[in-house]
């Protein structure tokens, strides 16, 4: 034969599978020993060179005659052989969407019934030409990175199976790293499942330290999850209460269940208290229980925002729409008091953002550059703390008759609006005026001959009131556009100190003004 012949005749024995057609069409006609015979002639050799152009073609040709045999005649290969045969076909096409797994290969090839047609040196063969360890290592790095925990699992689960099996045992060394670790891992399946919800899908990146704890343990412990373990367990949770370690982490991992089944906004909740603030503590973790007892998610968001709003000090428009909502919640669950409003010192806290916004809404009267979203966050705010009646007891009577002057929310945009349109001075002026003194809490120090001359930004003295001041704040009399005529006096409204001392719960000073709410 000449050498081109015999490069079509090799060229026709790799792509055309006919050989294999007539086995797979003829097999239940023939017996048990010529059906395996027919099957086993066309195995690919174990030997083969990896550079043989031709090997793929005939060991997917190979392995789906196994297939197809078992499936015309169930006597003519096991299921063992099957299963193996099935997973080497998706290691060796690499075209699934899904990485491949072999754990049924693995516990299948410790069948002696597998050597004959599946013989190890071509398993072996098989997985080193399609780099299955290489790309398990990186697939496995990639999970574990990623948090997720089932796509993991569906690859490790039955490794603790194979282990000590005689023919799977050195191939499970060679093709699956870090085995030890893997098979050691005994997650809750439920929970990580309920991981691959929608819910968790935002916030898989800042929840990671939580999420760690049920994955395997990297701490080389071979414990059933990284939580069991210790130290590691704690990485990026910083270190909870020594005498009850693994109790408060088995809480977090059920809270953080019942928050996805309540919704983001409660695993917003469960990130502020536990993740955001570096550390965990019984005590964090009983305020968010008493707000997942609500199972309403949209009190948990409030929540979350307000303990942000604490923590990471925002501007003065995030504070108080944070401070508004949480108080409102607060008012409506007195359950919630003692983790949030005792807790964050809300007696003192709230009057304290509602006074420097105020402040800061003067400013910008006297600066031309009315904040009309800042000034509903005042009256919002206002509002909620008129209605916390709980709170009261704590302020002086003025304080409370301030927040019942604040106008309404269509008061003052109609002022507002006002303020775009008119040109008169004297009429801008008494706009201002009213926005000052009704929202901005502000008395005015200039007389009626003097605001002629005065300019805009000398119209009026930032000084909101106080709740531990005794002096009253003063309101505007008759029209909103009149000028109030106070005589230029000494400011007789004074801010308290304690406004700007750092909250301190436990400072002599404090104690005599605030108790707990009840």
């Known amino acids: 034969m000449r050498p081109n012949s015999r490069r079509r005749a090799a060229h026709r024995k790799g792509e055309l599978y006919v050989r294999e057609a007539a086995i797979v069409t003829f097999i239940s006609l023939l017996s048990y020993e010529q059906a395996r015979g027919q099957v086993f002639s066309i195995r690919p050799s ?63 090839i410790g069948k002696e019934e597998c050597e004959a047609l599946l013989p190890l040196a071509l398993v072996k063969k098989v997985l080193e030409k399609s780099h299955y360890r290489t790309n398990l290592i990186r697939e496995l790095e990639t999970l574990r990175r990623r948090r997720k ?229 005042i009256l919002a705010l206002g509002t909620a703390l008129l209605n916390a009646h709980w709170l009261h007891e704590h302020w002086q009577p003025a304080y409370v008759d301030m927040l019942s002057t604040l106008p309404t929310e269509q008061e003052t945009r109609s002022m507002l609006n006002l303020l775009e349109q008119i040109t008169s001075t004297t009429t801008r002026l008494g706009a201002l005026d009213f926005l000052a003194i009704r929202v901005g809490g502000t008395l005015l120090l200039r007389t009626t001959s003097s605001a002629s001359t005065s300019t805009v930004s000398s119209a009026f003295t930032e000084l909101p009131a106080t709740p531990f001041s005794s002096a009253s704040s003063s309101s505007s009399a008759g029209s909103p556009f009149s000028i109030t005529s106070t005589p230029p006096t000494p400011i007789v409204i004074t801010e308290d100190p304690i406004w700007y001392a750092k909250p301190d719960i436990e400072r002599e000073t404090s104690v005599d003004c605030f108790e707990d709410p009840p």
């Open 46 to 108: 174990p030997v083969t060179d990896l550079s043989d152009l031709f090997f793929d073609h005939r060991l997917s040709a190979y392995l789906q005659c196994i297939i197809l045999s078992a499936h015309l005649n169930p006597n003519v290969c096991s299921e063992y052989e099957v299963t193996v045969a099935k997973e080497l076909l998706g290691v060796a096409a690499g075209t699934t969407k899904v990485f491949p797994s072999i754990l049924g290969l693995l516990q299948a």
């Open 149 to 377: 925990w089932f796509e993991a699992y569906k690859l490790a689960h039955d490794l603790r199976n194979v282990i000590g099996l005689p023919r799977a045992d050195r191939l499970l060394r060679d093709s699956f790293p870090q085995y030890p670790m893997w098979a050691a891992w005994r997650p809750n399946v439920r929970r990580i499942i309920s991981w691959e919800g929608v819910h968790l899908a935002p916030y898989r990146s800042q929840l990671g330290p939580v999420l760690d704890l049920e994955g395997p343990d990297t701490t080389g412990q071979q414990r059933g999850t990284l939580r069991i373990s210790s130290p590691g367990a704690f990485a990026g949770l910083g270190r909870p209460e020594f005498s009850s370690d693994r109790h408060i982490l088995d809480r977090l991992l059920d809270d953080l269940d019942t928050c996805l089944s309540i919704g983001p906004g409660t695993v917003e909740l469960l990130i502020a208290l536990c993740i955001e603030s570096n550390g965990i503590s019984s005590r964090a973790l009983e305020q968010l229980e008493s707000a997942l007892e609500l199972r309403h998610d949209q009190s948990s968001q409030a929540l979350a925002n307000l303990t942000r709003s604490i923590s990471s000090k925002p501007n003065s428009t995030i504070n108080t729409w944070a401070f508004s909502s949480a108080i409102l919640i607060l008012t409506a669950h007195p359950q919630l008091r003692k983790g949030y409003g005792a807790m964050y010192d809300i007696t003192r806290r709230g009057p304290t953002v509602l006074s420097t916004a105020q402040r800061q809404f003067c400013q910008s009267l006297a600066e031309i550059r009315v904040n009309d979203r800042l000034a509903e966050g």
